[in-house]
């Protein structure tokens, strides 16, 4: 009789911390929803928009001078395969993760994945924004798409 009232207070605490921990998650994800949305809603069309002065304009200053002119135009002419933004879907709140270092100082990196629909079929874009103090800038995004594997691949450079 003793097992079963320990066991039912080992369930009891678990599902607590299923509980705060869903709460929690649903507490961050509703003080970004006036933020954060409308940020990626405009910068899902203008990194779409496969113009790197554009993508640029939009990127955290330290991650923006770590990435060539060169190497940006390369990515979004390989992304641009996909052909122009048709729609958005509604981003959906993935995560926070907050942090501290020496480049950025105290900061939050807030994750939203979105789905987009373009000229040559859809894609998720997983879009991770830094917010310093409310400011929000790209501090990366990842594009994934069945469209861009049928895209020609650039040849291997030769030794």
């Not at 939050?108 to 830094?130: E, N, P, Q, S, W």
């Amino acid at each position: 009789m003793k097992f079963l009232k320990w066991l039912a207070i080992i369930v009891l605490v678990i599902i607590s911390l299923i509980l705060v921990l869903v709460g929690y998650v649903k507490y961050q994800e509703s003080s970004y929803e006036k933020t954060a949305v409308p940020y990626v809603k405009e910068a899902i069309p203008a990194i779409t928009s496969w113009n790197p002065q554009k993508v640029r304009a939009l990127m955290q200053p330290q991650i923006s001078q770590t990435i060539s002119d060169a190497d940006l135009s390369k990515l979004l002419g390989w992304l641009s395969k996909l052909g122009a933004l048709k729609g958005i879907d509604e981003p959906q709140f993935d995560n926070v993760f907050s942090g501290a270092d020496t480049n950025y100082g105290s900061y939050k990196i807030v994750t939203y994945d979105v789905l987009a629909h373009f000229d040559h079929g859809d894609a998720k874009i997983v879009l991770r924004i830094m917010d310093k103090g409310g400011v929000l800038k790209v501090f990366a995004f990842n594009i994934n798409s069945k469209a861009l594997m049928d895209a020609p691949q650039a040849a291997p450079a030769k030794s």
